[in-house]
């Protein structure tokens, strides 16, 4: 059953509650049963493909969650946004939003370095890297419901203006817009390292929700994909809490960023020049 046009406050309210219910949730850890191992220690379905923490079907129903695709006013707003948005190209906001739609790893992985304040890599960080490497499927399965139900078109095939990547264009036409897998991915990164290393949540969170504007900035999302990409990466996380493997990696991760602190692990990354890009105007 699709929710009425949620608000706010059911949202507020909603989030601890299935946290809670997570909580008494005892799915079994999935395994690379059919599949098989990377050469990271990671279990996947298939190669660069890996396996989340949480059983098939176990992942929010996001056309349940989620209302239909705006109409009326409000898709008129995701115009609006995405005019103003489309300014922006050119832009280093728009070379940043190339950047933040690479999801294949290793190149994804130090996404976040610069707002966590240390580089995750395969040798010193391979908990946190087994972490982003599975919850990216976890969030992803989470949003694929709604796609398809909806196929919602992307900007870009109405518009006729570029993305910021034009190779991943005659894939994406083909795709649901709504709501936005990049998005969910990265807002359930946001909250996964931001409850590692507590004092970096701020940024964390913020890196999160750039993360997400990222994808109407490449032109391949409307506004409305992305806030409700926003609501299935925190029913992902909630959801999450009830598996036993995703809890102890997240502690090793815990504990490994907290020694790659001490050590003085460093993003390699030029994070003044990624600020300077996320600084950019709001649209």
Same mark, same amino acid.
């Given at each position: 059953m699709n929710l009425p046009k949620a608000a706010p406050h059911f949202r507020a309210t909603v989030l601890p509650i299935?946290?809670?219910? %997570?909580?008494?949730?005892?799915?079994?850890?999935p395994s690379a049963a059919g599949g098989s191992v990377g050469t990271d220690g990671v279990p996947e379905s298939r190669p660069g493909r890996a396996i989340g923490y949480l059983p098939a079907g176990a992942e929010p129903d996001s056309a349940a969650l989620l209302p $239909?695709?705006? $109409? @009326?006013?409000?898709?008129?707003a995701d115009q609006a946004h995405m005019q103003a948005?489309?300014?922006?190209?050119?832009?280093?906001?728009?070379?940043?939003?190339?950047?933040? $739609?690479?999801?294949?790893?290793?190149?994804?992985?130090?996404?976040? %370095?610069?707002?966590? @304040? +240390?580089?995750?890599?395969?040798e010193h960080t391979p908990a946190t890297w087994r972490l982003l490497r599975r919850t990216l499927d976890d969030a992803a399965r989470s949003t694929r419901s709604a796609k398809d139900r909806y196929q919602r078109p992307r900007p870009f095939l109405s518009n006729g203006a570029p993305t910021c990547t034009p190779e991943d264009e005659p894939q994406l036409a083909h795709s649901g817009s709504y709501p936005s897998?990049?998005? %969910?991915?990265?807002?359930?990164?946001?909250l996964v390292l931001a409850s590692a290393v507590p004092d970096r949540a701020d940024?964390?969170? $913020?890196?999160?929700?750039?993360? @997400? =504007?990222?994808?109407? +900035?490449?032109?391949?999302?409307?506004?409305?994909?992305?806030?409700?990409?926003?609501? *299935?990466? *925190?029913?992902?996380?909630?959801?999450? =809490?009830?598996?036993?493997?995703f809890r102890a990696d997240l502690e090793a991760a815990r504990a490994e960023l907290a020694a790659a602190r001490a050590a003085g692990r460093i993003p390699r990354g030029d994070c003044a020049a990624e600020a300077a890009a996320l600084a950019a105007p709001a649209y």
């Open positions: 299935l946290v809670l219910l %997570a909580a008494c949730s005892t799915h079994p850890a $239909a695709p705006p $109409a @009326g006013a409000a898709a008129a948005a489309l300014g922006l190209r050119g832009s280093a906001r728009f070379s940043q939003a190339a950047v933040d $739609a690479e999801l294949g790893f290793p190149q994804a992985a130090p996404l976040f %370095a610069c707002a966590l @304040g +240390v580089e995750i890599d395969l897998g990049h998005t %969910a991915i990265g807002t359930l990164w946001s940024a964390l969170l $913020a890196r999160g929700r750039a993360f @997400g =504007q990222s994808r109407v +900035v490449c032109n391949v999302h409307w506004q409305s994909d992305v806030a409700e990409g926003q609501f *299935m990466g *925190m029913a992902t996380f909630a959801r999450l =809490q009830g598996e036993p493997a």
